[in-house]
């Protein structure tokens, strides 16, 4: 089945830098790659999302590249600020028997990411 | 619009005491449905996932079952809780094919 490898696993930055967090996975046939923003006791939400036929998409400050013959994708924090505080997640949609994926999201392990002011 | 109801968000279990943990979805047909378990905050761990009525697949070995006996129900299960069950447990649904998945507001369960 599909892994899904996160890191860092913590980062800390200050107000205005950037950030970046990277994800490697092992099912080339996953083609769905979302990123989930979790506040402490909270359900994860969608942050941004890409399909492999894409390399690079980007939401106001948030952004995330897909390399797919490396099998890696990224996201990218610029201007943080202090309500970006939360822990990440990123997933990929592997493939079930067959070749079918159904949706079946694989998550990294989650990088808590602490911004200071 | 469509909405996920987990419930109870908090639970206190003993062990070797039964658990059911209920999902159902709103406003949406022939969702696919999760249940996934976090552990100290970190880490979404996929439990089940269900294709349809009684179409489930276990990802993991555990003390844990799951049924789905109508379209937008998912039931998590135990018959006997060990202490390693405590986790943050979340329900979650999505349309099919490769898409977002909506997540539940999520049970707290503590077995002592």
């Known amino acids: 089945g599909e892994n899904v490898e996160q890191h860092p696993s913590t980062l800390s930055v200050q107000e205005g830098d950037s950030a970046v967090i990277k994800c490697t996975y092992s099912?080339?046939?996953?083609?769905?790659f979302p990123w989930y923003k979790q506040e402490l006791g909270k359900r994860p939400q969608l942050i941004i999302d890409?399909?492999?036929?894409?390399g690079e998409k980007k939401d106001q400050r948030i952004a995330v590249t897909l390399n797919k013959t490396a099998k890696h994708f990224s996201l990218h924090i610029t201007e943080t600020q202090p309500e970006d505080s939360a822990v990440y997640f990123c997933?990929?949609?592997?493939?079930?028997?067959?070749?079918?994926?159904?949706?079946?999201?694989?998550f990294g392990q989650g990088t808590i990411l602490t911004v200071h002011p | 619009s469509q909405t996920i109801h987990q419930w109870p968000a908090t639970l206190v279990q003993p062990v070797g005491s039964p658990l059911s943990l209920e999902c159902t979805v709103e406003?949406?047909?022939?969702?696919?449905l999760y249940w996934y378990r976090q552990a100290a905050g970190r880490g979404l761990q996929l439990l089940f996932y269900?294709?349809?009525?009684?179409?489930i697949s276990s990802e993991v070995p555990q003390n844990l079952s799951a049924s789905r006996p109508q379209d937008r129900q998912f039931i998590l299960s135990s018959k006997k809780l060990l202490l390693s069950d405590s986790g943050f447990y979340l329900c979650?649904?999505?349309?099919?094919?490769?898409?977002?998945?909506?997540f539940g507001q999520g049970t707290r369960l503590t077995v002592v």
């Open positions: 099912d080339s046939a996953s083609n769905y």
């Open positions: 997933a990929a949609a592997g493939r079930g028997a067959g070749g079918t994926s159904y949706g079946k999201l694989t």
């Open positions: 269900s294709i349809g009525i009684d179409q």
């Open positions: 890409i399909r492999s036929n894409v």
């Open positions: 406003g949406t047909s022939n969702p696919n």
């Open positions: 979650a649904w999505s349309y099919r094919g490769d898409t977002e998945a909506f």
